[in-house]
């Protein structure tokens, strides 16, 4: 049973342009959503978050949309750029503090 | 500040054999999580320790167990290795245990391959 859904394994976008990746959830006890990223031979790193609170967050380039009806987040990167290329997965917390990942999509900007 | 390191880095054992991989938590934090991914497949929780305590589980046989000590590193045993066991074994540390969410620090991650 998945609870955090990343249906699309791959992204490609060229340098400049937007950036989004999609993720989905089965679980309507989530109120908080992450956004990790990955780089080979590194651990995830955090990039942002929302609260079920909100529909929208913002952080430079990065914006995260929530959509609790529909039960979808997406991440929009923009302008996207090359460094940006790495795994993204989206998460949730339990009431533990423990994550449920999806299975990530893997970004490539090109140049 | 010193963050979340693992060891070892790769690893290569056989079917049946036993391994054991180190974490050391990022300074202050007192709570590990454990998280184990497939090739091709998001990290999947296996259990977290809150002060030397196993603080909740995911959906892992018990041949998967462990450890959390007084200065808050922490070990995962995996006995009987079998084949689906191998993967990138990856530790976070946080700062509380509690019902709000407290961002995760991670490791960059053991290889572990089963042969």
Not at chain 1, 27 to 38: A, C, G, R
Request: aromatic share 12%; charged share 15%.
């Amino acid at each position: 049973d998945q609870q955090v859904k990343q249906n699309s394994p791959s992204l490609s976008v060229q340098e400049g342009r937007i950036s989004i990746l999609n993720c989905d959830y089965t679980n309507s006890m989530f109120d908080y959503f992450l956004w990790y990223k990955k780089y080979p031979a590194e651990g995830p790193t955090f990039l942002i978050s929302i609260s079920s609170i909100k529909d929208k967050n913002e952080d430079g380039r990065f914006t995260v949309f929530l959509n609790k009806s529909a039960k979808h987040l997406s991440l929009h990167i923009v302008p996207s750029q090359p460094g940006d290329s790495a795994v993204y997965f989206c998460a949730a917390p339990n009431a533990g503090n423990m994550l449920t990942f999806g299975g990530g999509t893997r970004l490539m900007v090109k140049p | 500040e010193t963050g979340v390191t693992q060891s070892p880095t790769h690893l290569i054992k056989t079917r049946g054999q036993q391994v054991t991989l180190r974490c050391s938590s990022q300074s202050g934090h007192n709570t590990v999580s454990w998280y184990q991914q497939a090739l091709g497949q998001g990290p999947q929780f296996i259990f977290q320790y809150y002060r030397e305590e196993e603080n909740g589980r995911g959906n892992f046989p018990p041949r998967f167990s462990g450890l959390q000590f007084p200065n808050y590193s922490s070990e995962l045993n995996v006995n009987a290795l079998e084949l689906d066991d191998s993967a990138l074994y990856l530790c976070a540390s946080s700062l509380v245990a509690g019902s709000s969410y407290n961002e995760q620090f991670f490791g960059p991650g053991t290889r572990l391959t089963v042969l």
